[in-house]
């Protein structure tokens, strides 16, 4: 049974900083994808960040690049997402994923294992 655990998550300043962290369980951990993905209230679930298997190749999305940073250790079985100048527009819960399949790195379909999220809430 795949089991994803995200932690980090909490309430920061405007400007501020995070990293949330994604322990993984119950699959060979470097076959699959990994990605976080949020939601915030009202509105659609989205990519933020997603990372290939073995590392080589990150996809962030456009609301988010320069400032977030996606990292895998296949050792550890974890994902991360370092997040930095983050504002309110950050502020919603963040998931963590993982794909075992071909398609889309980005795409919410691709994904078949989730996480329970982690509340990120950015204080003005």
Do not use: H
């Not at 995200?6 to 990293?19: D, P």
């Amino acid at each position: 049974q795949v089991q994803l655990v995200e932690s980090g998550g909490g309430l920061v300043q405007a400007g501020g900083s995070l990293r949330l962290s994604c322990a993984a369980s119950g699959l060979t951990f470097s076959s699959y994808r990994m990605g976080w993905f949020r939601q915030a209230p009202g509105k659609e679930r989205e990519c933020v960040a997603a990372i290939n298997r073995n590392g080589g190749y990150t996809y962030y999305g456009d609301s988010v690049k320069g400032r977030f940073t996606i990292s895998r250790d296949n050792a550890k079985n974890t994902v991360y997402l370092q997040m930095n100048s983050l504002n309110p527009e950050d502020t919603a819960v963040y998931y963590c994923a993982a794909s075992g399949g071909w398609a889309g790195l980005s795409l919410l379909s691709s994904y078949t294992s989730w996480g329970q999220g982690t509340q990120v809430t950015v204080s003005p």
